[in-house]
């Protein structure tokens, strides 16, 4: 059957095409200049840029490469006289480090440790150049092109922030990706904190009774079928199940990590073969780094595995902490302030009350990245209780009383387990689950405990927190679309081009047909 999709002819549609997701996303862009739009493109990591500058598919209005400012920080800003000062004019941001910690490259340095070193890799002088320079070229290449829309992926460093703020000024709709934490279902969101979004509106007015979602009784079945087999759920269910089992328990020398290195190193040797080849990593990496990675691998796999873990069952009364993933969004654009988790663990657990303790346990996607010397430290600190990484979620969400969570898929679990949880962080997905908290000041974790204390059990039994509950997931249901196909090589599979394309159209056609509605 045919596309409509005649309504975005002359539309100027921005796309943020960025690592390997600009492959996986090119196919939609393609369809739309097909259908009349006109395209412009701000182009991140050398592979995705010469992809884009190579192809001829697509005649882009518009091409920003970000390895331009990358490479001429500081003549853009001396050239143009770009000051701070112009800077907090054009982007209402009063302080270029408050979010600098965002910019993985500058402030951690990979080249010195592996995974990163808490150590810049940049000078204060260098950040400073290249925010600036950012922000003179994003202004000029946003103003030049003048969008009616805005498409990037994630919401994942200051330039994201800084793109969102020139779209909100000139009220232009500027859309990402995020996971609603429901199965195998995302949603486009719009803004850095992820609170603008269908998927919000359509809660509010399941919450308000102003509809009736067509998947409540699907929504009511999940609930059902979720704690009765935890271990059966798919994709986005209990978070250890978020990597394949062999991943939890990896082996020194194992088949996967080889693999890994093998490919790192093929596509090391290879990468001025670009066009549509979905490579993975950095555009500096070397055979160096392929192979030191891999080395430090190993001796992490083997120093973790000896580790005496605290046990689970010899532990009563305590709050769950799961560590993030670092360095990711959560840790980073949407939590400047307690990004670093280990000093946040020792704080939460000075303050914690009625003899509570602070059960942590390892991201299951660290395994093999974080090294004993930093899970001992967690250990060995007062009042913290360090649990092995393979322990299953069903296990410590039963026995927990707390969960409190870096806005973690962990929140919405706990929800289902009627626990409650307490985020910190500005992440807005999941602010109207009936269990949410949000924590803005670990030392007053003491508040937000008695106010738990004060009303949670009895609210839990009710059906009010039900209803919310059956309406969150109605509403991911309703509005949301398949992570696995979006997280997929799109590029390859027709069929999956067809269903992404589909999904974009379609929230196109709804930005403006609310767009007088928007908020921003």
């Given at each position: 059957m045919?596309?409509?999709?005649?309504?975005?002819?002359?539309?100027?549609?921005?796309f943020?095409l960025?690592r390997n997701?600009?492959?996986k996303?090119?196919?939609?862009?393609?369809?739309l200049y097909?259908?009349g739009?006109?395209?412009?493109?701000f182009?991140f990591?050398?592979?995705c840029?010469?992809?884009v500058?190579?192809?001829?598919?697509?005649?882009?209005?518009?091409?920003?490469?970000h390895s331009y400012?990358?490479?001429?920080?500081k003549?853009i800003?001396?050239?143009n006289?770009?000051?701070?000062?112009?800077?907090r004019?054009d982007?209402?941001?009063?302080?270029?480090?408050?979010?600098?910690?965002?910019?993985?490259?500058?402030v951690?340095?990979?080249?010195?440790?592996?995974p990163f070193?808490?150590?810049?890799?940049?000078t204060?002088?260098?950040?400073?150049?290249?925010?600036?320079?950012?922000?003179f070229?994003l202004?000029k290449?946003?103003y030049?092109?003048?969008?009616?829309?805005c498409?990037g992926?994630?919401?994942?460093?200051?330039?994201?922030?800084?793109l969102?703020?020139?779209?909100?000024k000139e009220?232009?709709?500027y859309?990402?990706h995020?996971?609603?934490?429901?199965?195998?279902?995302?949603?486009?969101?719009y803004?850095?904190?992820?609170s603008?979004?269908?998927?919000?509106?359509?809660?509010?007015?399941?919450n308000?009774?102003k509809?009736?979602?067509?998947?409540?009784?699907?929504?009511?079945?999940y609930i059902?079928?979720?704690?009765s087999?935890?271990t059966?759920?798919?994709f986005n269910?209990?978070?250890?199940?978020l990597v394949?089992?062999?991943?939890?328990?990896?082996?020194?020398?194992?088949?996967?990590?080889?693999?890994?290195?093998l490919?790192?190193l093929y596509?090391?040797?290879?990468?001025?073969?670009?066009?549509?080849k979905?490579n993975?990593g950095?555009d500096?990496?070397?055979?160096?780094y392929?192979?030191?990675?891999?080395?430090?691998k190993?001796?992490?796999?083997f120093?973790?595995?000896?580790?005496?873990?605290?046990k689970l069952?010899d532990?009563d009364?305590?709050?769950?902490?799961p560590?993030?993933l670092?360095p990711?969004?959560q840790?980073?654009?949407?939590?400047?302030?307690?990004?670093n988790q280990?000093?946040?663990?020792?704080?939460?657990?000075?303050?914690?009350?009625n003899?509570?303790k602070?059960?942590?346990?390892?991201?299951?996607?660290a395994?093999?990245?974080?090294?004993k010397?930093?899970?001992?430290?967690?250990?060995n600190?007062?009042n913290?209780k360090?649990?092995d990484?393979k322990?299953?979620?069903d296990?410590?969400y039963k026995k927990?009383?707390y969960?409190?969570s870096?806005c973690?898929?962990?929140?919405f679990e706990?929800c289902?387990?009627?626990?409650?949880a307490l985020?910190?962080g500005?992440l807005?997905?999941?602010?109207?689950?009936?269990?949410?908290?949000?924590?803005n000041?670990i030392?007053?974790?003491?508040?937000?405990?008695?106010?738990?204390?004060?009303n949670?059990?009895?609210?839990?039994k009710?059906?009010?927190?039900?209803?919310?509950?059956?309406?969150y997931?109605s509403?991911?249901?309703?509005i949301?679309?398949?992570?696995?196909?979006?997280?997929?090589?799109?590029?390859e599979n027709k069929?999956?081009?067809?269903y992404?394309y589909?999904?974009?159209?379609s929230?196109?056609?709804?930005i403006f047909?609310?767009?007088?509605?928007f908020k921003?």
């Amino acid at each position: 059957m045919m596309v409509d999709d005649s309504f975005v002819k002359d539309k100027k549609i921005l796309f943020i095409l960025q690592r390997n997701h600009a492959f996986k996303e090119f196919p939609t862009v393609e369809r739309l200049y097909k259908a009349g739009a006109k395209l412009a493109t701000f182009a991140f990591k050398e592979t995705c840029e010469k992809m884009v500058s190579t192809q001829d598919e697509v005649k882009f209005e518009s091409i920003l490469k970000h390895s331009y400012i990358e490479e001429n920080a500081k003549k853009i800003v001396n050239n143009n006289k770009y000051t701070f000062e112009n800077f907090r004019e054009d982007y209402d941001i009063s302080s270029i480090y408050k979010h600098a910690s965002s910019l993985r490259r500058k402030v951690t340095s990979y080249e010195k440790k592996y995974p990163f070193a808490f150590e810049q890799s940049a000078t204060d002088q260098e950040i400073e150049d290249y925010i600036l320079a950012f922000g003179f070229e994003l202004k000029k290449f946003f103003y030049n092109f003048k969008p009616d829309i805005c498409i990037g992926y994630i919401w994942g460093s200051i330039g994201y922030l800084m793109l969102e703020k020139l779209c909100n000024k000139e009220k232009v709709p500027y859309y990402n990706h995020s996971d609603t934490k429901i199965d195998d279902i995302s949603a486009f969101f719009y803004n850095t904190a992820h609170s603008k979004s269908f998927f919000h509106q359509k809660i509010k007015d399941l919450n308000d009774k102003k509809i009736i979602s067509k998947n409540r009784l699907k929504a009511k079945n999940y609930i059902q079928n979720y704690l009765s087999s935890p271990t059966k759920q798919g994709f986005n269910s209990l978070t250890n199940l978020l990597v394949e089992p062999e991943v939890l328990d990896k082996k020194i020398f194992n088949f996967t990590d080889i693999k890994i290195l093998l490919r790192n190193l093929y596509y090391t040797s290879k990468k001025t073969n670009i066009k549509y080849k979905p490579n993975d990593g950095s555009d500096q990496t070397t055979f160096f780094y392929d192979i030191r990675d891999y080395i430090f691998k190993q001796k992490n796999i083997f120093q973790v595995s000896k580790i005496k873990f605290d046990k689970l069952e010899d532990i009563d009364n305590f709050v769950y902490m799961p560590l993030g993933l670092y360095p990711e969004t959560q840790l980073g654009m949407l939590n400047n302030v307690y990004d670093n988790q280990l000093n946040t663990a020792r704080i939460l657990a000075r303050f914690l009350p009625n003899n509570l303790k602070l059960v942590v346990k390892d991201h299951p996607r660290a395994f093999s990245k974080n090294s004993k010397s930093f899970l001992l430290k967690l250990q060995n600190s007062p009042n913290v209780k360090l649990i092995d990484h393979k322990t299953t979620n069903d296990e410590i969400y039963k026995k927990m009383k707390y969960l409190i969570s870096f806005c973690g898929t962990s929140i919405f679990e706990a929800c289902m387990y009627k626990k409650p949880a307490l985020q910190i962080g500005t992440l807005g997905v999941m602010n109207d689950l009936p269990n949410f908290y949000l924590l803005n000041d670990i030392t007053k974790v003491e508040d937000v405990i008695s106010e738990i204390d004060h009303n949670f059990i009895e609210y839990s039994k009710s059906q009010n927190y039900e209803d919310k509950l059956i309406n969150y997931i109605s509403a991911a249901y309703d509005i949301g679309f398949s992570t696995s196909i979006y997280e997929s090589k799109v590029q390859e599979n027709k069929e999956y081009q067809e269903y992404m394309y589909k999904v974009h159209l379609s929230e196109i056609k709804k930005i403006f047909k609310y767009k007088d509605k928007f908020k921003f």
